[in-house]
């Protein structure tokens, strides 16, 4: 029988509300809810690294900081090693707060400048009282040297390190407590790319040598598909598709994904293949989100169908789901006219732009 996931993330929802001050009210203004995380759902299998993808602003950073009750839900769950993470009681938040872990995106604003790097790896001991002060010093030291760093500088601050560095301290302090579970939020898009490799190299070495499950949000698509094992695509807060790193990079069945492995810069066409072409528009906001698909005003496929219907999550075979009509044959999209944005000469049926002869 398959072990169950580490992480089940359901219908997980993250609403800002503006126009809902005492002032507001008084004036008579309807709060207007920004749908930042819009019912989204995945799993994170034990062991694996889910690559979280997508645009600047659809929701990536937000789903994996609520999944972890950094923020507070507005609808939804989330279940770690089968407990329910928002219906947790207070001695259950405790332990969840040391086995799931966060390694931010700033290497600079995450750490506090006030505080040593010793301090700062050695923080959740402290805060959750596991170890007196002299065997704190040995963990940071120890951490430290295994991040790629020197023990010797578990004295110095901060601002004594560059960037590469201060995001080792980061990994160091995620790892203090001895999780199962990691969000990496961007953890090297601040970085050089020659830092960023070495980043990665670590991470992939840490994983195999703790035992530990990453979620990994990106918005780098050369970085997700090297370190990830499944990808999951995030559009205006929702999932439209998941599957097997290379299902995904290979066989993109999601118009929305084809268009930002189209959007990657290439050395040569002939190797990588004819481009889709660019998109058309803008994103739409978030607090007016399109009815139906949340992506048919700047699809080149969309029909009709789509501007009615939220489309499911289709199965397209080897554990690859895309959320679009075009994946089911009787479907009623094939049958409604295209929309005016949409170039009917090209090959809707085949899944991609018609090559020209």
């Known amino acids: 029988m398959t072990e169950d996931p580490l992480v089940e993330v359901e219908d997980l929802e993250k609403y800002y509300f503006e126009n809902d001050t005492l002032f507001d009210r008084l004036l008579g203004r309807e709060p207007q809810a920004v ?4 019912g989204v ?4 299998e034990r062991g694996e690294t889910l690559g979280l993808v997508g645009e600047s602003g659809c929701g990536k950073s937000t789903t994996s900081e ?3 009750a950094l923020r507070e839900a507005t609808g939804g769950s989330v279940r770690f090693d089968g407990a329910d993470v928002f219906e947790m009681t207070s001695r259950e938040r405790t332990q969840f707060r040391q086995d799931a872990q966060i390694v931010f995106q700033d290497p600079f604003s995450s750490l506090d400048p006030r505080m040593t790097v010793g301090e700062i790896v050695t923080e959740g001991l402290r805060i959750h009282d596991l170890a007196d002060s002299a065997e704190r010093t040995e963990r940071a030291k120890e951490l430290l040297e295994r991040v790629g760093l020197s023990a010797r500088q578990v004295d110095r601050y901060p601002h004594e390190f560059s960037g590469g560095q201060r995001q080792r301290i980061g990994i160091a302090r995620a ?3 001895d999780p199962e579970f990691v969000v990496l939020d961007e953890p090297v898009s601040a970085l050089d790319v020659s830092v960023q490799a070495q980043v990665l190299n670590l991470l992939e070495d840490l994983q195999d040598d703790f035992g530990l499950t990453y979620l990994f949000v990106a918005h780098d698509l050369s970085v997700v598909r090297h370190i990830s094992d499944r990808v999951a695509v995030m ?7 998941t599957g097997p790193v290379d299902e995904i990079f290979e066989n993109p069945r999601h118009p ?9 810069p290439r050395a040569s066409v002939e190797e990588y293949g004819r481009r889709g072409g660019t998109l058309e528009g ?3 906001s978030p607090r007016n989100p399109p009815t139906g698909c949340r992506f048919h005003t700047r699809c080149p496929h969309a029909r009709e169908a789509c501007k009615r219907e939220l489309p499911p999550d289709y199965d397209v075979g080897a554990n690859h789901d895309a959320a679009c009509f075009r994946a089911d044959d009787a479907h009623e999209y094939w049958q409604s006219a295209p929309l005016e944005h949409v170039d009917e000469t090209e090959d809707v049926a085949s899944g991609g732009v018609a090559d020209d002869d």
């Open 41 to 44: 759902s995945f799993d994170v």
């Open 235 to 241: 559009y205006l807060g929702k999932v439209v598709e």
């Open 66 to 68: 609520t999944l972890l």
């Open 35 to 38: 749908r930042a995380v819009d």
């Open 175 to 177: 790892l203090a407590l």
């Open 256 to 264: 929305y994904t084809q268009a930002l492995l189209d959007s990657v």
């Open 282 to 284: 803008d994103v739409p």
